[in-house]
């Protein structure tokens, strides 16, 4: 293994949205070599069908485009690219590091290669015109954006009338029993596992804070009504560890 990069970071509570940035854009360009395997191994392989579960709830009829907002490696891209032949795959992330993995990944697979491309964007300013995708989809990201609100809102402007939005994250599970059970595994199971596979297990700590500090599904889809969807549904999975949102753009 490298030499660790031995990083601390303040809690999620105490970051300034401008530190929480710069932090999150520290932390993913660092763990890019082993997030996908780091992912498969603390989620016991879940992500998969997380992301799967997520492709199958979407539609598209309109433009036939997908936007993968915070692709990261670009799972759910691939995802949904696979899923639907017809449907044209654009994915935005502002670490350059994940996107390059995103790109080796997809340059792999011959089916959809010529469907799905990368851009270097912010979550917070898409540089799309209004009205042009069917649906935008963030996996594991918006916990990781301080403006949650704000980015809600410039997905919408991107997405049709009757667009979706759909948001896979994870967070504390809301039956009381297994919150203890949750908390004890991802302070002090998670970051010992992560520990042994990457040079950044600073990282995972933060990993662990961002998702304990999710608000609730209730707070968490007032937000999304808030930023002008109708209809937002939320499925909990694999206990409620992480839930899919979905939304519809309009009343
Ligand atoms: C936990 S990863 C999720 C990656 C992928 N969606 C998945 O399912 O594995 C979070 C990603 O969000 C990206 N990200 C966080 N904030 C962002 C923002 N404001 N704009 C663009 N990307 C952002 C990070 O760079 C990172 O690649």
Redesign the pocket.
């Known amino acids: 293994m490298k030499e660790s990069l031995r990083r601390e970071y303040a809690p999620v509570k105490d970051l300034k949205p401008d530190d929480h940035?710069k932090m999150?854009?520290d932390i993913?360009s660092t763990i890019t070599g082993k997030y996908d395997f780091l992912?498969h191994l603390l989620s016991f392989r879940r992500d998969v069908a997380w992301?799967r579960f997520a492709a199958r709830k979407m539609h598209f009829s309109v433009t036939r485009r997908y936007l993968?907002?915070?692709?990261?490696?670009a799972?759910?891209a691939l995802e949904v690219a696979r899923r639907y032949p017809e449907v044209q795959v654009i994915g935005?992330?502002?670490?350059l590091e994940?996107l390059e993995k995103a790109v080796e990944k997809s340059a792999r697979r011959d089916k959809i290669r010529d469907r799905v491309h990368f851009v270097q964007?912010?979550?917070?300013a898409l540089p799309f015109a209004d009205a042009s995708f069917d649906v935008v989809g963030?996996?594991?990201?918006i916990r990781?954006?301080p403006g949650r609100l704000g980015?809600l809102r410039e997905f919408s402007r991107v997405l049709v009338d009757g667009g979706q939005v759909v948001v896979l994250e994870m967070q504390s599970p809301e039956q009381k029993m297994l919150r203890p059970l949750c908390t004890f595994y991802l302070r002090h199971v998670l970051p010992r596992l992560a520990r042994r596979f990457t040079r950044n297990p600073a990282a995972y700590l933060y990993l662990a804070d961002s998702i304990l500090h999710f608000p609730s599904s209730d707070r968490f889809s007032g937000m999304m009504r808030d930023a002008g969807f109708a209809d937002v549904r939320n499925y909990p999975l694999t206990l409620g560890i992480t839930r899919l949102y979905v939304g519809r753009k309009g009343q």
Do not use: E, K
């Open positions: 940035i999150v854009q993913f992912n992301r993968d907002v915070a692709t990261g490696t799972d759910l935005v992330d502002f670490v994940m964007a912010d979550a917070l963030i996996a594991f990201g990781n954006i980015a």
